[in-house]
């Protein structure tokens, strides 16, 4: 397998299948840690896109000088929009219709996809549910560490933090997570 | 000596983060702990639930535009 590294020195020379096989490479990680963080597919797209961009115009600027350790560096810049994107959301004044509903959902800005509107009434589907509901910092950890594979040192750099804290975030997590799993077949039965 | 494991040392021993040492004797012990068996399936069925997505096809597409354009457009200054 070829290196991260060597792939965007090939992509600089004019190879542009250097910059497809990056992209094939880490394209699922990147996208399902997006999606995971703002919990939104439309919105997710456009986020993938945008750091996509971002990240090829700061390799072709020069900027790029992580060697093999793209994926972390890619994953900080996606982090940093969907964290961007979140507080935007969360500023943007909801408008609604006479009936005092969402307009954005009405017109299917929003809509949940297919994958998402597949209702399976089982556990994993619902703990999906629940990991969407976590706090955010409990959520970020799990989803760095489980969609994008990312070791809890790396998470620590991406996020600012130490490594204790990642995994003190992570428990937290799993604590919460097996609550909800708790209470729900409490209720079930 | 014989390591206090904690949860914490469980979620690492799970990703495979956990040092040599604490490796082998949870990997020793854990036929005689039911708890944390039972706190490692736990990780097990929520790293199940973290199922992996794919970007649209129109992401890839607009990307890989875009990295041929600016690569058209250095060229042509």
Same mark, same amino acid.
């Given at each position: 397998?070829?290196?991260?590294?060597?792939?965007?020195?090939?992509?600089?020379?004019?190879?542009?299948?250097?910059?497809?096989?990056?992209?094939?490479?880490?394209?699922?990680?990147?996208?399902?840690?997006?999606?995971?963080?703002?919990?939104?597919?439309?919105?997710?797209?456009?986020?993938?896109?945008?750091?996509?961009?971002?990240?090829?115009?700061?390799?072709?600027?020069?900027?790029?000088?992580?060697?093999?350790?793209?994926?972390?560096?890619?994953?900080?810049?996606?982090?940093?929009?969907?964290?961007?994107?979140?507080?935007?959301?969360?500023?943007?004044?909801?408008?609604?219709?006479?009936?005092?509903?969402?307009?954005?959902?009405?017109?299917? /800005?929003?809509?949940?996809?297919?994958?998402?509107?597949?209702?399976?009434?089982?556990?994993?589907?619902?703990?999906?549910?629940?990991?969407?509901?976590?706090?955010?910092?409990?959520?970020? /950890?799990?989803?760095?560490? @489980?969609?994008?594979?990312?070791?809890?040192?790396?998470?620590?750099?991406?996020?600012?933090?130490?490594?204790?804290?990642?995994?003190?975030?992570?428990?937290?997590? /799993?604590?919460?997570?097996?609550?909800?799993?708790?209470?729900?077949?409490?209720? /079930?039965? | 000596?014989?390591?206090?494991?904690?949860?914490?040392?469980?979620?690492?021993?799970?990703?495979?983060?956990?040092?040599?040492?604490?490796?082998?004797?949870?990997?020793?012990?854990?036929?005689?702990?039911?708890?944390?068996?039972?706190?490692?399936?736990?990780?097990?069925?929520?790293?199940?639930?973290?199922?992996?997505?794919?970007?649209? @096809?129109?992401?890839?597409?607009?990307?890989?535009?875009?990295?041929?354009?600016?690569?058209?457009?250095?060229?042509?200054?």
């Amino acid at each position: 397998m070829i290196a991260d590294g060597i792939l965007i020195k090939q992509y600089l020379a004019g190879n542009q299948g250097s910059f497809e096989a990056l992209l094939k490479r880490h394209k699922n990680r990147i996208f399902s840690s997006i999606y995971g963080l703002v919990g939104d597919r439309y919105l997710a797209e456009d986020i993938f896109q945008e750091t996509f961009i971002k990240i090829i115009h700061s390799i072709r600027a020069g900027k790029y000088n992580h060697e093999d350790k793209f994926l972390p560096w890619a994953l900080r810049i996606s982090r940093n929009m969907c964290i961007d994107s979140i507080r935007q959301r969360k500023r943007m004044p909801m408008v609604v219709d006479s009936e005092g509903n969402d307009i954005l959902n009405n017109l299917g /800005v929003f809509e949940k996809s297919q994958e998402e509107l597949h209702i399976e009434n089982d556990e994993i589907s619902m703990l999906k549910q629940w990991i969407r509901e976590l706090p955010e910092e409990q959520k970020e /950890v799990l989803i760095l560490r @489980n969609y994008a594979d990312l070791s809890f040192k790396e998470i620590a750099a991406i996020t600012n933090t130490n490594i204790n804290t990642c995994i003190g975030r992570m428990h937290y997590a /799993v604590l919460n997570l097996r609550k909800m799993m708790q209470k729900n077949s409490v209720r /079930v039965k | 000596m014989i390591p206090n494991i904690t949860e914490n040392d469980l979620i690492l021993y799970y990703y495979h983060e956990s040092s040599a040492e604490v490796t082998k004797f949870i990997n020793d012990q854990l036929e005689s702990q039911p708890s944390w068996s039972k706190f490692l399936k736990k990780l097990d069925l929520i790293r199940s639930a973290s199922s992996s997505f794919s970007p649209s @096809n129109t992401s890839i597409s607009i990307i890989l535009e875009e990295s041929i354009q600016k690569e058209t457009h250095s060229h042509s200054i």
